[in-house]
């Protein structure tokens, strides 16, 4: 199976260049990228797709999420984060079985790939039914069952599951499928459970994927609790040791920025769960300037309330100006790398989210036809800040088009849309 895009204006950004080209990817990687490529003779089995007029990007990638919470999107907004929590997410959650994480999987899967997000990290339970639903539509992702080990029981019962699924998933799905240990945050998991969590990720050789310092409430009790902020309470347990990825790290000091870039900890901002949630501003441009792996996600759909990566790009740009009063902050390009390039660093990937010979074939082709990508001054900055998630017309993954015209090869949406309907009111009705 070989593709070949013809005409397409290709964003590249390592050069930092948008020209128009040709792409040809045999199997699952970018084989060959020029002016132009001949093809002579065609073989049979070479899909062409014409580009002309089309805006080819590296796909997005969502560095933190619980795709399965599209269930729980719109039940319950503006509350308190606690009241929000204790009355309707727990309560839904806890009558959560795994067909429901299935078919609420595949919902947040249609909303990613229709919106150009073909890699995403997720955390949450009934991580096999996640994992299917990865395996049928053909997206890429990085997984983890969540850990929570206020009770020792909970947190054994949580290791040993998330044992067992790395052993039957890692590498799976021809690759797409990773895996990680995930603790949920140094709040919800002891000291020692960490140290068992540590040894174990450094035995299994996946990396950790954790919430770290999201709220001024967690800070207050890692300070009361251990006498330190959240980062350097990690790093004195010997978190770091191990490739981490950090979500949200919304509060955290100039000392622990350099803990964070010393250890390449994957730093995943959150913008509009953190507004929404009112937990604060993370200090992005900082982490940058100071060579922190920053990446960006949506965090679950019930605190976005979407997935869509756009979006989330070009909010993640806005509140860095508006908070540093200063307009260079975030700009077009560097929020274009942290929803690809940089994104796919920081979650440990090293052949993802950049158009390169030799990288995965993971592409997205932005039909740029409506009004708001004319004039063409500048293509970086119209995807930056003029590009909707709904423009993305086709999606290539692992060198498979699971997406054409809109159109998804592998799923069936209308079915997906029904079932994660009829579950999600049935979960929080009760
Ligand atoms: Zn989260």
């Not at 067992?164 to 799976?172: A, D, L, R, Y």
């Not at 954790?210 to 990690?234: A, C, N």
């Not at 955290?252 to 507004?275: F, T, W």
Request: hydrophobic content about 40%.
């Amino acid at each position: 199976m070989s593709i070949l895009i013809k005409n397409v204006v290709m964003l590249d950004l390592i050069n930092h260049e948008a020209a128009e080209k040709d792409i040809f990817i045999e199997k699952d990687r970018i084989s060959q990228i020029a002016s132009k490529i001949n093809l002579s003779p065609l073989t049979a089995n070479t899909t062409i797709i014409d580009g002309k007029g089309k805006i080819a990007l590296p796909g997005l990638v969502n560095g933190h999420t619980h795709v399965a919470m599209t269930l729980f999107r719109g039940a319950a907004d503006d509350l308190p984060l606690m009241d929000w929590l204790n009355n309707v997410i727990w309560p839904s959650e806890s009558r959560l079985k795994g067909e429901d994480v299935y078919w609420g999987s595949l919902l947040g899967i249609v909303e990613m790939l229709k919106s150009g997000t073909t890699t995403f990290c997720d955390m949450y339970f009934f991580m096999d039914e996640v994992a299917r639903a990865v395996e049928e539509s053909g997206i890429r992702a990085l997984l983890s069952r969540g850990m929570v080990a206020l009770d020792p029981v909970n947190g054994e019962k949580g290791l040993k599951e998330s044992g067992e699924f790395i052993k039957n998933w890692q590498g799976k799905a021809s690759g797409r499928i990773t895996t990680a240990l995930a603790p949920h945050a140094p709040y919800t998991c002891p000291p020692e459970f960490l140290k068992e969590v540590i040894s174990e990720a450094k035995k299994l050789g996946v990396p950790i994927h954790i919430h770290i310092s999201e709220t001024l409430d967690e800070i207050k009790i890692i300070k009361e609790k251990y006498g330190t902020t959240p980062v350097r309470h990690l790093e004195n347990l010997g978190l770091f040791e191990v490739k981490t990825i950090g979500a949200h790290l919304v509060h955290v000091d100039d000392e622990e920025i350099e803990i964070l870039k010393r250890y390449r900890v994957g730093a995943i901002h959150n913008p509009q769960s953190n507004m929404k949630l009112a937990s604060g501003i993370a200090p992005v441009q900082k982490m940058l300037e100071r060579g922190v792996l920053v990446g960006l996600g949506t965090d679950g759909a019930a605190s976005n309330n979407d997935l869509d990566m756009f979006e989330e790009l070009r909010t993640a740009s806005y509140l860095q100006k508006v908070s540093t009063m200063n307009s260079q902050a975030l700009n077009a390009k560097t929020s274009l790398e942290i929803a690809t390039l940089l994104g796919a660093k920081a979650l440990g990937f090293e052949d993802i989210g950049a158009i390169k010979e030799g990288y995965k074939a993971d592409i997205i082709l932005v039909d740029a036809n409506e009004t708001y990508y004319y004039p063409r001054h500048n293509v970086f900055n119209l995807l930056a800040y003029s590009a909707k998630g709904a423009d993305v017309e086709t999606v290539i993954i692992d060198g498979e088009i699971v997406m054409k015209n809109r159109e998804l090869t592998r799923i069936d949406e209308e079915k997906i849309k029904f079932e994660a309907n009829k579950r999600g009111i049935q979960l929080v009705a009760g």
